[in-house]
């Protein structure tokens, strides 16, 4: 068993890479500015199995990141976010290349980097654009790092379903951005870390770029039809154009935790699917989960009459307009 280092380990994805570690006995050490925001993870292993540290990606200095990586096994790096457009340089491309020199310098086994799927250093999107950047800066400075491009993630307490599960239950309509036709290939979180330990588990990988999507490809209609069927929320769909949708996205990014911002309609412009002869989870030796039979459980706090009110039955592939099926 060896030791890992999850940067972003109180995120979403992180927490999920945590416990999969644990899972398999390794010992897991999480940087954090808050320690005690990442007190909760100590359960998902033995006693003194998940160690929380203070460590600062904007302040700590590279003598406290060396120490910090002095003699472990592997970095998997999930820090990531969508907003503010002014801090994608630094935690999307300056934090990689940093955190890239360090497990150089040290001789650090294993090195995994979380991007996003669908991203290009030519792109319009600042997000997609400094993701790209953040990988090739990774892969120039450690080319063994293996780097992971997952579609839209889902799972318990993602920050996509919910989002738009609480919006259905506060009001009349739900927007249709571009008129919906958007696709997508919802990836379960638990994937997404099940190819990390993937990728801890043999050296092939190394150096390697997997895009990973689900088995399903919905548009984002689609995804937005399964939930109102879900949770029995009666509400209707109002279609958005882009350029409506930029300026209020331009609009909203202005509040501290907006759910739309202009750079985010770009990438709505963009299908988010695994491209052809591409790596996926067939490579690693996984079977992606479906997002559709998971939905009542997953919005289950969503549900119109509350959590223990009418049950609705989960979405079938069926259901779905034609083109949802791979």
């Avoid at 599960?165 to 571009?178: T, V, W």
């Amino acid at each position: 068993m060896g030791t890992f280092v999850v940067f972003g380990g109180t995120g979403f994805v992180g927490r999920s890479v945590v416990h999969h570690l644990c899972a398999e006995g390794h010992r897991v050490i999480v940087p954090t500015r808050s320690v005690e925001k990442a007190a909760s993870l100590k359960v998902s292993g033995h006693v003194g199995q998940v160690t929380p540290c203070a460590f600062d990606l904007f302040r700590s200095s590279k003598e406290s990141l060396n120490t910090l990586l002095a003699g472990v096994d592997g970095v998997i790096n999930t820090v990531g976010i969508l907003y503010p457009k002014r801090l994608f340089d630094t935690l999307h491309v300056q934090w990689p290349k940093t955190l890239a020199t360090a497990c150089g310098h040290l001789g650090v086994e294993h090195l995994i980097h979380i991007s996003a799927l669908g991203v290009a250093p030519s792109s319009k999107s600042a997000y997609a654009s400094s993701k790209a950047r953040g990988e090739q800066a990774v892969l120039s400075i450690f080319p063994r790092a293996s780097i992971l491009r997952p579609s839209v993630i889902f799972g318990p307490g993602d920050g996509f379903l919910g989002k738009f599960a609480n919006m259905a239950s506060l009001l009349p309509f739900l927007p249709l951005i571009g008129g919906g036709k958007t696709r997508f290939q919802p990836v379960f979180v638990g994937d997404v870390a099940q190819a990390v330990m993937a990728l801890i588990a043999s050296e092939r990988h190394e150096g390697q770029v997997f895009s990973l999507g689900g088995p399903n490809v919905l548009s984002f209609r689609d995804i937005l039809q399964a939930i109102i069927k879900t949770t029995g929320h009666d509400v209707f769909f109002m279609p958005v154009p882009f350029f409506m949708a930029s300026i209020l996205g331009w609009i909203m990014q202005q509040l501290p935790r907006p759910i739309l911002t202009a750079d985010q309609v770009i990438l709505l412009k963009s299908d988010n699917v695994v491209p052809a002869e591409t790596k996926t989870f067939e490579d690693l030796g996984i079977l992606p989960t479906s997002m559709l039979p998971m939905l009542p459980e997953l919005l289950q706090g969503h549900m119109r009459g509350g959590r223990w009110g009418t049950p609705h039955s989960a979405i079938t592939e069926s259901e779905t307009a034609p083109h949802a099926n791979l």
